[in-house]
């Protein structure tokens, strides 16, 4: 035999490496899916008896080649040295996923054979058991590990990728977020729709008017007037569970302004007097969502904030209901957590845009549901009740694992003696047909018939949940018992455990008996470790009937033995709160011990042991036996001061806080703990650590507790701070990474330092938005390249230069609605853009994710254009030229740009609905071809290629469906310079420089797929020369007359007539008299014109003459006014001169006196 061979393929991803292993396969078995690990080695052991018992001509084993990859398990024939390959004879023998194979056994006494389980079908409810030897015994643990390590690979895989958004089934629906309303029950009245639409309008005080909510109730006799229309509503109460999340556990993830007023306190309130809570939205918000609908859940995504709103699973939805007189608005019921452990249900409103789409809304989610629940039970995992007959194979299995040959045979003899005697018969009669040599042999076809009869007899049980299940609506629904046969089949079963469970409850009496001696005889302390470790390990045990039944005879047998309140108190607690931790049997058992060590003899206090929260009862019951018996020795002394073990000392004060008296608030806490019972307020506690005496914490001041508060207060603003700050940085951190991953792609034209520094110098210019640069410079700095990080500031300052060159905008310009409020309304052409969303740029980054930030901003801009533009609305194709303008700047940036190169730029009149723009485009680009490039045009229409078939992507798309998005870019740099014009001279470019290979093809399929496939795929240097020849090509004129020329050609087809030459000519001659006389008209009106232009100039010299005339004179007077203020100056100057002495003897009058 070859030995194993190992070889690792090279995968586009690391998880996807595949390790092949050359090993026999010895067989393999169909086995029941609830085949278990102790069955396994029997399974492999009949493998083996069957290989071996094979004929010699065709061997039993083979050699296979074994391929385990995390994408899947695959087992193949190895052919000969001297054999082809056939693929015929080398098919797969088996092919599955990793994830699939749930048993794994490796055969400890012959180490080179192994086996796996791998599950079939959920609905045949069957496994296969594959045996493999391998030519080491080193190399299967290996193999063992691989298979494990590739299963696991494949389950990380399948939940990090969300499942959900990624699915095909998931739909998805625009809708208006109307408000949520708290119901009383999880089903609806008919009328719950409209109730809450007016309960939005009146808590809103009439805010929700027609225009902001197309929704807002209509008047009453109005809609009693008008017809009702059915309404559709259903439940699905095959799919609610008890158990529900609770919503909203990240809420970093999933948040949402609507949802953050909505007070559960304020909800349990109202539903306690009776009373629904009515929550509109805020309609100066965007309420528009994106309603998701999945396979097992749905997803309410805010467009907005790019972020899951709301997300319920479809168990916790118990209603689903439309509109009777609000027939375009749909909502659903759900059930939601409180603040305080419980839950409420409330109803979800939302607005649609037509009744139609409200329809396929439900319609989709009936379907969803429906889908659900039949995978669901498809998915359900088969169990083991204690009555299923491979159970009893299986504990069968567990008797006999390890045991010799002699003892399993005696063993199975007696398990043997339990069936019937049709049964022993037969197996007797079948085992000594083949004649076993050995005693292990004999066991080893033993325990194959067991299992194939207890095979047989699980495909027709019913467990017991199901017969419980099937009483219950036998009873409610027929009032009759259920039949005779599975009634005694009950009780034959539930008497067989209770003989059972007696027989083992006095065995564990007398077990433990003699523990309890031998431990008194040891020390008079018993350890927390070692009694945890003896009581987890009695926890493996089924549960049974019977057994559940014994918890109250045990908990009353504390209170009989005059035992504290706490610990049947904490015992009651424990045993509801945390029923798996104990067992059935245990609590069985537990009733034998306390029945059989009643401490009568006890007159003292009994002291409760101190356990920790996950102890069984079982460890109580011990430890009060053990205290009660040194209490029992000790009677007539003093109660003595309680000391405890260091590690019950590290335990009390890890699990509750400890005080300096005891409280009525400790048994709380301790009851919260589990079963670790209070110590008694009688006894002082000497609490000892392994250095010495812990030291009690000394009661605070007021002063110091509010000195705490103070620097907790401080810490606590300090810390919201900082997370403010943390924010901010991860903030800018996702911008660069956004920003970084939006420009992920290859550069065409490599701008160099000297250029960038002139685009950033023009970029950086004060007011730019009101200074003309000069075209040429801008001419020569876009042909020299444009950075990559400033491509999309320099289109904005592009489109800004062409705005002050042409002042006056075009005839046809759009309403100048704010973005946010076109995000705000809803779109009817959702249906289309949703499509297009996975099909623009899937290769990218940004925009492969389902639902991600790229295709959420890209649906926001093409649908508010498509409520801003009605004629155009939505077209294929203006999700690639969205795409592009979002990848250099932001969201509402890049939909001001899409207006401008529609409505300026001219790009809008190719996605009319009517297309007839289109098709000039087409006639223009045959016609350039006709008289640029002769023979490649008479190539192609001689294999009647028109210019439709390759084309018109490329228009519709500006080359982005199809080129690398580097090109793409350099061409969106020169139509933001020169126009739509640039379209035609980058086809016609394209087409002239790759003419020699086009003309090689000699027929249409493979013109197309060069045209198509391999002219995208053109290097570096070919793209930079294409774009080098476009910014020296000039063909406006040629493109004028081509369309001319179209107009005219239509006009000629137009008129079907036939007509002679004469009439001919007399039509051409009336038309082009009909030209002349509108020429003259023209000349006239021209004239007109000139004359009122120059008698306007003359009226504007004379006014600048008069003007001039006017500042001279203003001057003049302004001279004359500065001469007169001289002279004024100089008057008062010789008045002051003339009066001055007349004054002088005034001031001496007071001083003389």
């Known amino acids: 035999m070859e030995p194993i061979t190992f070889t690792a393929r090279k995968h586009p991803f690391p998880s996807e490496v595949s390790v092949e292993f050359s090993l026999q396969l010895v067989g393999f078995l169909p086995v029941h899916s609830l085949t278990t690990m102790p069955m396994l080695p029997w399974v492999v052991a009949e493998v083996r008896r069957l290989s071996g018992q094979s004929s ?62 791998i599950k079939d079908d959920a609905a045949s409810q069957q496994s296969i058991c594959y045996v493999f030897k391998a030519d080491g015994q080193t190399k299967v643990p290996e193999i063992i590990s691989s298979i494990r390590q590739a299963g696991k690979i494949a389950r990380q895989d399948e939940l990090r990728c969300p499942s959900e958004f990624d699915d095909t089934f998931a739909k998805k629906f625009e809708v208006l977020f109307c408000g949520r309303v708290a119901v009383a029950h999880r089903k609806a009245p008919p009328a719950l729709i409209d109730e809450c639409i007016e309960g939005f309008s009146h808590v ?286 009950r009780l034959d079963m539930l008497k067989n455990k209770a003989k059972r469970s007696l027989t083992e409850s006095l065995e564990s009496i007398l077990s433990r008996g003699n523990k309890a001696r031998g431990l008194q005889e040891h020390s008079a302390s018993l350890d927390l470790d070692s009694s945890v470790s003896s009581t987890l390990s009695n926890t493996s045990k089924e549960p049974s009937v019977c057994e559940k039944e014994a918890f109250p005879i045990s908990e009353s047998s504390f209170r009989l033995l005059g035992s504290s309140d706490d610990l049947s108190s904490d015992s009651e607690s424990h045993a509801a709160e945390e029923p798996a931790l104990l067992s059935p049997q245990q609590g069985f058992r537990r009733r034998a011990n306390t029945l059989s060590h009643v401490p009568v003899e006890c007159q003292q206090p009994l002291q409760q042991a101190q356990g920790s929260p996950g102890v069984s009862q079982r460890k109580l019951v011990r430890d009060f036996e053990s205290k009660a018996s040194h209490l029992g020795d000790a009677s007539g002394t003093p109660v003595k001061t309680r000391r405890h073990s260091w590690r019950q000392q590290i335990f009390l004060r890890v699990a509750t806080p400890q005080k300096a008296c005891d409280s009525p608030g400790r048994h709380e806490d301790y009851s919260e703990l589990g079963e670790l019972p209070p110590r008694s307020p009688l006894e002082p506690v000497c609490e000892d650590g392994p250095f010495g005496p812990v030291p009690e914490e000394k009661k605070r001041t007021s002063r110091e507790l509010r000195e705490l508060w103070q620097k907790a207060i401080l810490q606590q603003i300090l810390l919201l701070r900082m997370e403010k700050e943390n924010q901010k940085l991860q903030a800018s951190e996702n911008d660069l990474l956004n920003k970084r991953l939006k420009l992920d792609y290859e550069e065409i034209t490599p701008c160099l330092k000297e250029v960038t520094t002139v685009w950033e110098k023009m970029l950086t210019t004060p007011g730019r938005s009101k200074i003309k640069f000069d075209m040429e410079k801008m001419h020569s700095a876009v042909g020299q390249g444009v950075p990559r990080h400033h491509r999309g500031e320099i289109w904005k300052f592009l489109a800004e230069q062409y705005h002050l060159k042409h002042p006056f905008p075009s005839k046809q310009q759009p309403k100048d609605t704010p973005y946010k409020e076109l995000l705000k309304q809803l779109t009817s052409h959702q249906h289309a853009i949703l499509i297009d969303l996975g099909r623009t740029f899937p290769t990218h980054p940004y925009f492969s994710a389902q639902l991600g930030a790229g295709q959420l901003s890209l649906y926001n801009i093409l649908k508010a254009y498509s409520l801003l533009d009605q004629e155009v609305g939505y077209c294929q194709g203006l999700s690639f030229v969205a795409g592009i303008l979002l990848l250099h700047m932001g969201e509402e940036e890049a939909f001001n740009m899409l207006k401008f190169l529609m409505f300026d730029m001219g790009l809008r009149k190719q996605y009319r609905p009517d297309m007839i723009i289109l098709q000039i485009q087409m006639y223009q680009l045959s016609r350039l071809l006709h008289d640029y490039h002769r023979d490649l045009y008479n190539h192609l229409e001689e294999h009647e290629i028109g210019p439709s078939l390759y084309a018109a992507p490329w228009f519709l798309t500006v080359f982005a469906s199809q080129f690398p998005l580097g090109f793409v870019a350099r061409v969106f740099d020169m139509i933001f310079l020169q126009g739509s014009e640039v379209i035609f001279k980058v086809a016609l470019s394209l087409l002239g420089s790759h003419k020699p290979l086009i003309l090689q093809h000699e027929n249409l399929e493979t013109i197309v797929d060069f045209i198509k496939s391999t002219l995208p795929n053109l290097g570096l240097v070919q793209m930079e020369k294409t774009i080098s020849q476009v910014f020296v090509m000039d063909i406006s004129k040629q493109l004028q007359a081509y369309e ?74 302004e001279l004359e006014r500065s001469a007169l203020l001289q002279t004024v100056e100089r008057l008062q100057g010789q008045t002051a001169e003339l009066g001055g002495p007349e004054p002088d003897p005034v001031p001496p009058e007071p001083a003389g006196h």
């Open 56 to 117: 010699t001509k065709e061997s039993g084993t083979k050699q296979v080649h074994l391929c385990v990859s995390p994408s899947g398990l695959r087992c193949e024939p190895e052919p000969g040295r001297s054999q082809q390959w056939d693929p015929l004879i080398c098919s797969s023998i088996f092919e599955c996923k990793p994830q699939r194979v749930h048993r794994l056994i490796h055969n400890s006494h012959d180490p080179s054979y192994f086996a796996c389980l």
């Open 204 to 489: 809103s005080g009439g805010g929700f008017s027609s225009d902001q909510l197309r929704a807002a109730p209509q008047p009453p006799g109005d809609r009693e007037r008008g017809p009702r229309p059915m309404r559709k509503s259903f439940s699905q109460p095959g799919l609610r569970s008890l158990a529900f999340r609770k919503e909203f556990q990240d809420a970093g993830l999933r948040s949402s302004s609507f949802f953050s007023s909505f007070e559960e306190n304020d909800i349990e309130n109202h539903l306690i007097s009776g009373h629904n809570i009515v929550q509109p939205t805020d309609i100066e918000e965007n309420r528009t969502m994106l309603f998701t609908i999945g396979q097992s859940e749905v997803y309410l995504i805010s467009p907005d904030t790019k972020k899951i709103a709301l997300e319920k699973n479809f168990k916790e939805i118990s209603f689903c209901s439309q509109g009777i007189r609000h027939v375009d608005h749909f909502g659903f019921i759900c059930r939601e957590s409180s603040g305080g452990g419980g839950f409420h249900f409330v109803c979800y409103v939302f607005q649609c845009t037509n009744e139609a789409l409200v329809d396929e809304i439900m319609m989709t989610l009936k379907q969803a549901f429906t889908v659900a629940a039949v995978q669901q039970t498809a998915k359900a995992t088969a169990q083991l009740c204690e009555g299923c007959p491979l159970q009893g194979l299986h504990k069968l299995c567990e008797r006999i694992e390890g045991m010799n040959s002699s003892k399993t045979k005696l063993e199975l003899q007696k398990h043997l003696t339990t069936l019937t005697n049709q049964e022993q018969a037969t197996i007797f009669e079948e085992v000594q047909k083949l004649r076993p040599r050995s005693e292990q042999r004999e066991n080893e076809l033993i325990v194959s018939f067991l299992r194939c009869l207890y095979e047989e007899k699980q495909k027709v049980h019913i467990h017991i949940g199901e017969i419980k299940q099937a009483s219950q609506i036998a009873a409610e629904n027929i009032g009759s018992e259920l039949p005779s046969s599975a009634t005694r089949f």
């Open 1044 to 1117: 001319v020329e179209y107009h005219v050609l239509q006009e000629e087809l137009i008129d079907p007539s036939p007509l002679s030459d004469n009439q001919r000519m007399d039509r051409l001659e009336k038309t082009n008299s009909s030209l002349r006389k509108q020429n003259l008209d023209l000349l006239e009106q021209l004239q007109v014109a000139n004359g009122r232009i120059q008698s306007l100039e003359a009226t504007i010299e004379k006014l600048l003459t008069s003007e001039s005339k006017l500042k001279q004179a203003t001057l003049a007077l």
